[in-house]
């Protein structure tokens, strides 16, 4: 019984320190984003590796999501004879939370997991031991410019999430089944809200990229310098993730969308 | 990390490309283009009732979309429904015995205002306010008096 107490004390504990770690981290993180403005150079490839890489994944998942969601709507819709409507429910599900959610875990997952291991290696290796020994700050060298690669590439990704997800809507929703193609995207235009649907979403998407961003470069710097810490380290970034980004989403949804 | 004038190009694609998708959401998939609102003029009417209308509902004349509605607020007074409609400046022709109607598009569609131009010479000018209107049809009241109607014709 002690003993339960004792570990639940110590999880506890160790709980909030590692909170307070990850805080002081982004502190140093965000204070460190000023000195990659002179180099955009590291800024550059890391958009590259976040980025890029990540591009594929997106892409595709996006136009299968749009493809399903619209068959799905179809058969539901024309029950009640209110096919027309597809376009707006595609768009409405994709935009304001598919789109941002669902780029946030790929993104986790592919790049975030990426980050984690990358710099967990490096501090197994010593390298950024290495790099303060010669006077460079790896916060301003390696972190702050990953940290802002992941905050500018996820809006980005989640935009073409949300655009190539509604495009294979129309694909399947006019090409394969029947829906009238003016009234998919009139509908669409007429309902959705650039300041409530398309801008929140963009502001949802923001915010997972900061904090997926956040975990896996967190994790990877404070993993135990090992290859099981690595690993560990690695499955906790997309853990913890997809965790933040649920929650979150569940709060920014109640936020934005409450009235009206 | 060695870097090739191949990444650049990749990264720049990849960049174009997502705001390529954001300007897609934008404009093609949103209403921000009714955003960009040409000039409008201003015009006010009275509804008894004004039904399921809410601010951002269509006007419209003939069936085509000439504006929105702006605001919607109740005057304590008279108690009626004061709606302020947002009309494109390119249709200001109406005169001012012109008819406001709330209509519903379809069964179970959205609530829209309708105006209906009458016969006068004198044309209505930003801020008028238009006196004829007729107010939405509360289905349950319309089903109400056909029942009593009917209840009626019996005895």
């Known amino acids: 019984m002690i003993e339960q107490l004792e570990l639940l004390g110590s999880l506890t504990r160790g709980g909030f320190a590692k909170l307070g770690r990850g805080t002081r981290f982004l502190l140093q993180t965000l204070s460190g984003i000023g000195s990659v403005i002179p180099r955009p150079r590291l800024l550059l490839n890391q958009l590259y590796s976040v980025g890029v890489l990540s591009f594929l994944i997106i892409t595709i998942s996006g136009l299968f999501v749009g493809m ?38 790929l993104f986790a997952g592919r790049a975030g997991s990426a980050l984690t291991a990358e710099i967990g290696l490096m501090k197994a290796t010593e390298q950024l031991s290495g790099m303060e020994m010669m006077a460079v700050d790896p916060i301003q060298r390696i972190i702050a410019p990953r940290f802002l690669a992941g905050l500018i590439a996820m809006p980005l990704l989640a935009g073409l999430f949300s655009a ?35 801008v929140n979403g963009i502001i949802k998407s923001i915010t997972f990229g900061f904090v997926t961003t956040w975990i896996a470069l967190f994790e990877g710097y404070d993993a135990t310098p090992t290859a099981e810490g690595v690993s560990r380290a690695t499955t906790r970034t997309v853990v913890n993730s997809a965790f933040s980004v649920l929650g979150l989403d569940f709060i920014l949804t109640a936020l934005m969308f409450g009235d009206d | 990390m060695s870097h090739t004038p191949t990444q650049d190009t990749l ?9 390529a998708g954001l300007f897609f959401l934008a404009f093609h998939a949103s209403n921000l283009s009714a955003y960009a609102e040409h000039d409008i003029y201003t015009l006010t009417a009275r509804f008894e009732n004004s039904g399921g209308l809410k601010a951002k509902s269509p006007v419209s004349a003939a069936g085509v979309k000439i504006g929105q509605v702006s605001a919607i607020t109740f005057d304590p007074k008279t108690y009626d429904a004061v709606v302020e409609m947002h009309i494109d400046s390119h249709y200001n022709t109406f005169p001012d015995d012109t008819t406001a109607s709330i209509f519903t598009a379809g069964l179970l569609g959205e609530q ?5 131009a009458g016969g006068s010479e004198i044309m209505l000018k930003d801020q008028d306010k238009i006196e004829i209107t007729q107010s939405a049809i509360i289905l349950e009241k319309a089903i109400g008096q056909f029942l009593f109607k009917a209840a009626e014709e019996k005895k």
Not at chain 1, 89 to 94: D, F, I, N, W
């Open chain 1, 68 to 105: 399903v969601l619209s068959l799905q709507g179809y058969y539901t819709l024309s029950d009640f004879g209110a096919e027309a409507s597809l376009g707006l429910m595609v768009a409405t599900s994709l935009v304001r939370e598919l789109g941002p959610v669902v780029s946030a875990l």
């Open chain 1, 164 to 198: 190539i997800g509604i495009l294979g809507g129309q694909l399947v929703g006019s090409g394969l089944l029947g829906v009238d193609d003016g009234a998919y995207w009139a509908q669409m235009q007429a309902k959705i809200d650039f300041q409530d649907d398309i």
């Open chain 2, 11 to 19: 990264v720049g694609l990849f960049v174009a490309a997502g705001i």
């Open chain 2, 112 to 116: 829209y205002v309708n105006l209906e």
